[in-house]
T-cell receptor
């Protein structure tokens, strides 16, 4: 299974943009990049996913490098409620497995 | 209804006990998953069911026995567990296994303590 590497922790000030990086140098052509986050005392929740092109939704944006060996989750204006562990996941078609990386713990400062 | 409901929220059991964790969803999803999460670690995949059939077993010890009686319900039967099995057990569901663009919906988990 392809692996992801993320920084253990990051801090951001409230209402500022946050860029959460993820390295996936062993990604294959059919691997999708998914992001989930886990708020304290909750199960993970879906944030966004993409394959090659950059993606936007109401929660975040996903920027994927041209060689697909890295990606960045962008929260445009961090709020205190965005404090969570953010997981970058590679999903390989046909395996039916979502394998979580180690995650980045995001702290948002008021 | 976009909820995955897990019961019980907390469970304490001895190493000789038999207990079960229950997971329910009413979103019409046909794939269901069990994950195990130790403190400050990412969730680890245990089992995947698709259309009520076991599709994936990630080499989980036989003291964990999954069951999918119908498309809405997923159980995890526990027997002769060890203290190192203490963890948060997360259930998830998705519309189907078919595509990589699907979204997993997670419950809040059942926190298990094995004495």
């Amino acid at each position: 299974d392809a692996k992801t590497t993320q920084p253990n922790s990051m801090e951001s000030n409230e209402e500022e943009p946050v860029h959460l990086p993820c390295n996936h140098s062993t990604i294959s052509g059919t691997d999708y990049i998914h992001w989930y986050r886990q708020l304290p005392s909750q199960g993970p929740e879906y944030v966004i996913h993409g394959l090659t092109s950059n993606v936007n939704n109401r929660m975040a944006s996903l920027a994927i490098a041209e060689d697909r060996k890295s990606s960045t989750l962008i929260l445009h204006r961090a709020t205190l409620r965005d404090a969570a562990v953010y997981y970058c996941i590679l999903y390989t078609s046909g395996t039916y497995k979502y394998i979580f990386g180690t995650g980045t713990r995001l702290k948002v400062l008021a | 209804d976009t909820e995955v409901t897990q019961t019980p929220k907390h469970l304490v059991m001895g190493m000789t006990n038999k207990k079960s964790l229950k997971c329910e969803q009413h979103m019409g999803h046909r794939a269901m998953y069990w994950y195990k999460q130790k403190a400050k670690k990412p969730p680890e995949l245990m089992f995947v069911y698709s259309y009520e059939k076991l599709s994936i077993n990630e080499s989980v010890p036989s003291r964990f026995s999954p069951e999918c009686p119908n498309s809405s319900l997923l159980n995890l039967h526990l027997h002769a567990l060890q203290p190192e099995d203490s963890a948060l057990y997360l259930c998830a569901s998705s519309q189907a296994l078919a595509g990589p663009t699907g979204e997993l919906f997670f419950g809040e988990g059942s926190r298990l303590t094995v004495l």
